[in-house]
């Protein structure tokens, strides 16, 4: 069979004429089993070598052939397109709540709408429309949320009234609907016929594909892929694709080195029925029922439909068995409960024939979002996999952006929150695994209000004070495997209400929170930042500085003592990173990043440092506890506590020294605060941070010191319009959209990474620029808040999104931060965004449909410090992370 | 009037206990983890009794059902004493020794047994002294008959039945200076009591059986299925061997009265009980103990009748039924119950119930599709009963619970019907019996691990 699809492929007459391709996903795919000889032996060498032969893997042949490589092979352990991607329901949706998500689905879309054509390959595409219910208020809000994203995308898309959802499918009962998303242009296909043409027209574009190849493991030296090999034999190749959906986690762990991709199972049912006695047009929307956990589509006069459970039934945790997915059985009594959620969503289906129950295996992620791009070990071993049973949306744009990654050193647009190195090997246990998407299956489906937080897979990696400020009534989420605090519910608070009422409206943190930020302002608070990446550079001679300067912005050849702040800037001028850097000794240095760049940042470092064994690089995450100490007062406490003058003449702002805090000694304190408030990070070899905590708390008495979280330091930094890597910075924001030339030296006499475009920006201007909105006509209590992801406005046309919003309890106001793009009214071409035209436009902020007047700023509000300082010093403490 | 359901789980649960047998290290080495026991009265005061006890001085659990007859005072007395005449049976010469120095000097006494009980489950104070006389009766014959010879569980269960039924019958003619103790003694003879006892050491499993109450093992199959393994024979009419066996004891000129209307001289249901001094003295002894008894007694139409027919006595034997049995990894528990139980429900049902239950697992067939026509609507209702059978194992976290909810509440489909449920449980005291017996059961279950490794 392997050898007569080879022939298809090369012989396009004959297979149109072909049965076999269209009954695809109707019918088993065994029509010939008897095994023929492979016909073609395996190259010895290819460019890129692909595994897997599903969505994944076809649609990164198809682009990679058309962007002009031609030396790939795929293998395929199976038949082409067999394995979830034949199951998989075929619903090509756009209602996606991230925007990259949003953007993968919309062009895949438009690829699929015109593959049939290009290929000659059927793939059954219907632009059908899919309708999304609500049967709650919040869920209504959440499809609004959405609805406005996908809107200044422009792809058409409405809320509608219960009485449009019947026009639109005669089928439902809408008696419990408060409201319903309407996207006209969603579509349904044949996935494994998608899967199909992409592959022929990859085929037709060079691509060797080999069915019946299974690869055992990636061969790498030297932190480089060197080839693969298989059960016929081995390939060299330069670069890997790990496609291989379920597996890719085995996969990744086959090889000596291991890649870790953290993917697993779980057991995802659907069911087929008979043809209605008058046979359903299959122009009917699909219909997704959320608050039901189910979607509906027509199915060839009948209806398909599945869902996502409550309780789902993870699978494959020990790695492939025997179960194969084949033969996965169905589970009637486990389908119940949406069985039951489709008869109430449409009774009059009662009567309807049940044709099958299929068993179609996802595979899920830790944060429900899928896994693409470059190992951070292994160069030239790319990934994407981990759909989280999206696959034939995404499967077009994830295989565009990762062809692009490979042929262009990144995609064209910023996939960080899909990158593979937003996790580490602390995700790759399998229980965790196992827990977290047993947790995540359900997710899809579950109201998401702003700032949930998964419940599984916690307490991974915590500060030594966990217990301690867990004692006090903290508040925790996670980040990275690491335990944070988000706010301290003082005593006699109802805890049980605190955790219970998620809303989309003013939180029931409002006051607990203003309370720990005015106690920053006024007087001093602790916040525990263990979370931070924390590297050391050290070297022999000159060499760490020589590097850093090229990796780094800006000037880091600074006295002993310093700290700086500056990105860390790829090609493009683009934030790989924000860092701070202390210059501990001539030749060695201590850097801070946010802690999601623990994998990233080294792997960046790693990447671009030379193999030099007089360089040394080493993570010291994990050997100091952060302790943040916050507010007018900070100074008095840390005075007292160290017998040491920590006034602004002695320890001036940005200053790094090591020194003595109560008994222990080596406590490496910085004056800065990542708030814009006067204070120092003090950063505590673990042994001494409970002894330090204790010593600062009781000294803090007298000046009225308590414990903080996050949220407050997330209010205080955005009223200051401090700009956050990984939510308002990324690698396609360069310091002078954001505001930030004062961190980059142009002149510092040394060539540095991005410089060129920064100088570029510098002369011509940029095209997009980091602006602060001050909501006007906002009602904090009765209003929808803005989160993140808001549309704006300027004179009524669309410029860009917010990246991140708070209330500001100084201004009492609520602030976004977001970018202002300049469209061409007539072209829609972007231009040069100066200050006049931020200056000088009408603002508003669109939140789930609804319009709020906001006021832009281009600098924050000096006049908003406790203590003033000159406005140099402002920006140049003027820097935030969290 | 209807009980909701609520209501319905209180009055099932009021009497339910469970045991679990601790864990030692981690690890529980006994072959026993732990049992589920439960009562539902039909009877007002309930006539039967359960008891469930550890042998300290040697090894082994013992757990026992009692149906009591003409009142509740010979199963309330069985209950309380039969398992210190077995386990002082199973006991050592030495052990023996050490005991009975121990009374001799006034020293405290070794305990010989950890009782398992309910709080309703009590035990009669002011009779133990007397009690506690004639057990050291018993041991100090023990040690004067000292054989040499290691202990044989089947003896001493026949040995430990024959003799308390012996000093029940000897106290009563002996009678006790204190009226009350007096009395009691008597209405202990005369009244009656079944027992199924269970003694289980490692892999041995005895199960001493007098009357008609019944020991049923409950067997999981290769293919997960659960079948029953009687480990008792009821001792009635529907016995032919005991039926031969009572005629075998009698002259043949009685062989037509003995057994009339399936009763024992037309009026007794089990063919062995404790007590029931009625069918074991002589129509001498009777008179005169009755005579000389209390007022009550003497008042008492029933004492003072004397069975027709009766020639020959005695007519009735506590003597037990031992069967052995080795356990097996398969054998995954055990059901002691009252004939309440065995009324209403076949053993091939109570061992699926059971089985499904302690397995968390409906033994269901999963259900597939395949080449029949099945619509949404008719799939819908079948998961939906599916669902609701579920749901009522887990609305008890005792098996025994479990058992008689679905003894008292089956319906023609075998599935627990509340209407059902709730009527039979509201019913009038003086109804209850017409529809029900009291219901007695004890699940014992076995640690297969354990049983595996021997």
Known sequence: ?882 | FYLTPPQVNSILKANEYSFKVPEFDGKNVSSVLGFDSNQLPANAPIEDRRSAATCLQTRGMLLGVFDGHAGCACAQAVSERLFYYIAVSLLPHETLLEIENAVENGRALLPILQWHKHPNDYFSKEASKLYFNSLRTYWQELIDLNSGETTDVREALINAFKRLDNDISLEAQVGDPNSFLNYLVLRVAFSGSTACVAHVDGVDLHVANTGDSRAMLGVQEEDGSWSAVNLSYDHNAQNEHEVERVKMEHPKSEEKSLVKQDRLLGLLMPFRAFGDVKFKWSIELQKRVVESGPDQLNDNEYTKFIPPNYYTPPYLTAEPEVIHHKLRPQDKFLVLATDGLWETMHRQDVARIVGEYLTGVHHQQPIAVGGYKVTLGQMHGLLTERRARISSVFEDQNAATHLIRHAVGNNEFGTVDHERLSKMLSLPEELARMYRDDITIIVVQFNSHVIGAY
Not at chain 1, 856 to 867: D, G, I, M, N, T
């Open chain 1, 1 to 882: 069979a392997a050898g007569m699809f080879l022939r298809l492929l090369s012989d396009i007459q004959w297979r149109a004429a072909h049965p076999k391709w269209r009954r695809m996903t109707s019918s088993q795919r065994s029509t010939s089993t008897t095994a023929e000889p492979h016909p073609l032996s395996l190259p010895a060498q290819a460019q890129v070598v692909i595994c897997g032969g599903g969505i994944m893997g076809t649609s990164v042949a198809y682009h990679l052939s058309k962007m002009g490589f031609k030396d790939i092979v795929l293998l395929e352990q199976g038949r082409l397109a067999a394995g979830t991607t034949r199951f998989c329901a075929g619903i090509v949706s756009t209602a996606r709540p991230v925007s990259i998500e949003l953007k993968m689905a919309h062009y895949s879309n438009k690829l699929y709408q015109q593959l049939e054509q290009e290929t000659g390959v059927q793939t059954g595409y219907m632009k059908t429309g899919s309708v999304s219910l609500a049967q709650t208020q919040d869920r209504l809000i959440s499809l609004k949320r959405i609805a406005s994203s996908l809107n200044v995308m422009g792809i058409p898309c409405e809320i509608i009234s219960p009485k449009k959802v019947l026009q639109l499918h005669p089928l439902i009962n809408i008696h419990d609907l408060v409201g319903a998303m309407y996207v006209p242009e969603d579509a349904l296909v044949s996935s494994a016929n998608v899967s199909l043409a992409l592959a022929t027209a990859a085929s037709r574009n060079g691509v060797q594909i080999h069915e019946r190849t299974s690869v055992s493991h990636v061969t790498i030296q030297k932190g480089r892929v060197t080839g693969v090999e298989t059960d016929r034999g081995r390939i060299q190749c330069e670069y890997f694709v790990n496609c291989a959906g379920q597996w890719a986690y085995e996969l990744g762990h086959s090889g000596e080195e291991p890649v870790h991709i953290p993917v697993h199972a779980c057991e995802h049912f659907y069911l087929l029925t008979h043809p209605l006695q008058e046979p359903l047009s299959s122009s009917l929307p699909t219909i997704v029922d959320p608050d039901g956990r189910i979607y509906i589509r027509n199915w060839q006069g009948g209806i398909l439909s599945g869902g996502f459970e409550k309780n789902p039934k993870p699978l494959f945790t020990e790695g492939r068995n025997q179960l194969e997915i084949q033969n996965l059985q169905e589970d009637w009594d486990h389908f119940g409960p949406l069985l039951s959620a489709l008869l109430r969503r449409m009774p009059g289906l009662e009567a309807l024939q049940i044709m099958q129950l299929v068993n179609c295996p996802e595979s899920f992620t830790p944060d429900m979002r899928c896994i693409m791009g470059e190992s951070p070990t292994a160069r030239g071993y790319f990934v994407l996999a981990g759909m989280n049973s999206a696959g034939i949306s995404y499967g077009g744009g994830a295989g565009k952006y990762l062809a692009e990654w490979i042929v262009n050193g990144y995609p064209s647009e910023n996939v960080w929150p899909l990158d593979l190195k937003r996790f580490g090997t602390l995700q790759s246990s399998r229980t965790f695994l196992r827990h977290r998407v047993m947790e995540v299956m359900p997710l899809m489906y579950d109201l998401k209000v702003p700032r949930w937080d998964f419940q599984t897979g916690r307490q991974l990696r915590t500060s030594p004070l966990y217990d301690r400020l867990d004692a006090q009534g903290a508040r925790w989420m996670e980040k990275h495997g690491f335990e944070r605090v988000k706010y301290f519910v003082p005593p006699g608070s109802d805890l049980l209400d605190l955790d219970h009422s998620k809303t989309f409206y003013k939180p029931d943190w409002f006051d607990i929170v203003g309370s720990e930020v005015k106690c920053c302002k006024e007087a001093v608070c602790v916040i525990d930042m263990s979370s931070f990446t924390k590297f050391e550079i050290s070297s022999t001679g000159d060499q760490a500085l020589e590097y850093l300067q090229y990796l780094f912005s800006n000037d880091l050849d600074v006295p002993v003592g310093h700290v700086v702040h500056t990105g860390m800037l790829n090609e493009k001028g683009g934030y790989e990173n924000d860092c701070s850097i202390a210059r501990l000794s001539k030749r060695s240095f201590f850097m801070i990043s946010p802690t999601d760049q623990q994998v990233h940042c080294w792997a960046w470092l790693k990447n671009h440092l030379p193999d030099d064994s007089n360089l040394v690089l080493e993570d010291v995450t994990w050997k100091y506890t952060a302790l943040n100490l916050i507010g007018p007062r900070a100074v008095d406490v840390l005075s007292e506590l160290s017998y040491a003058p920590m006034t602004a003449e002695h320890f001036p702002s940005l200053f790094c020294k090591e020194m003595s805090v109560g008994y222990a000694n080596g406590i490496r304190v910085m004056s800065i605060t990542h708030t814009g408030e006067p204070g120092f990070v003090l950063y505590i070899p673990i042994e001494y941070a409970l002894h330090v905590y204790n010593e600062v708390m009781n000294m803090g008495q007298k000046y009225g010191i308590r414990n903080a979280g996050y949220y407050a330091l997330r209010s205080l930094r955005i009223e200051k319009f401090f700009a956050f890597w990984g939510q308002d910075l990324d690698a396609f924001t360069t310091p002078m959209e954001c505001g930030r030339e004062f961190q980059v030296k142009l002149d510092k006499g040394m060539e540095f990474l991005g410089q060129e475009v920064l100088l570029e920006q510098k002369q011509n201007g940029v095209y997009k620029r980091f602006t602060m909105f001050i909501l006007e006509d906002h009602d904090t209590d009765m209003d929808l808040w803005p989160w993140w992801g808001e549309p704006i406005f300027r004179n009524g046309r669309y410029v860009g999104k917010t990246t991140s919003s708070a209330y500001s309890y100084t201004l009492e106001r609520h602030v976004c931060l977001g970018f202002v793009h300049h469209f061409d009214e007539k072209t829609g071409e972007e231009l040069v965004v100066t200050t006049d035209f931020i200056n000088q436009g009408e603002y508003e902020i669109d939140i789930a449909g609804q319009r709020f007047q906001a006021k832009a700023k281009l600098y924050p509000f000096s006049s908003l410090f406790a203590q003033r300082r000159r406005k140099d010093e402002v920006e140049l403490s003027g820097y935030q992370r969290e």
